[in-house]
């Protein structure tokens, strides 16, 4: 008989509460909602700011690389659209205020300087702000649909690629 008690006490010990993972069934609406419109405008923001940047650019790799940027900018678009559709939600979009100083914000930089470096600095301090906007995203919320969260995954690797390629143009 004290077998069988000691079999159950490590029995009880070793059986731990297991969460169930997150699916689109269990998700949190609200926060997955949010974290799309969030990715939304990190996305539409920084797909802004180089298009906005390209007409000042003149070194032809510069140029390439920045068009591939905005594809890929594109391509993240495209994907939380339909994303956004499955989900049967509209992200709120940035606002225009903060799109429009953005952009004064770069034309104005660019006039005084446009050399690559200086090209190159302005595309690292935007990465940067979205970067941190990324790993803000991800650390709070867990507890979202798995594709955002994917996407968020995704959209923060690409972002982290595009500083290691700007640190190499200063």
Not at 54 to 69: A, I, M
Request: glycine content about 2%.
């Amino acid at each position: 008989m004290k077998t069988t008690m000691s079999n159950s006490k490590k029995q009880s010990k070793t059986t731990e509460t297991v969460t169930a993972p997150i699916t689109e069934n269990n998700c949190n609406v609200e926060k997955t909602k949010q974290v799309m419109s969030d990715l939304y405008k990190n996305v539409t923001m920084a797909q802004n700011c180089v298009k906005t940047l390209l007409p000042y650019v003149d070194n032809q790799t510069t140029t390439k690389t920045l068009h591939k940027q905005v594809e890929q900018y594109d391509h993240y678009v495209e994907k939380l659209d339909a994303l956004c559709e499955t989900l049967n939600f509209d992200p709120t979009p940035a606002p225009k205020a903060l799109i429009t100083m953005a952009n004064m914000g770069i034309k104005a930089k660019m006039l005084a300087d446009k050399s690559i470096s200086h090209v190159a600095k302005i595309m690292l301090q935007g990465t940067l702000n979205g970067i941190i906007d990324l790993y803000r995203l991800i650390k709070e919320n867990d507890d979202i649909h798995p594709e955002v969260h994917l996407m968020e995954k995704q959209i923060l690797r690409y972002e982290e690629g595009c500083f290691e390629e700007m640190k190499g143009m200063l």
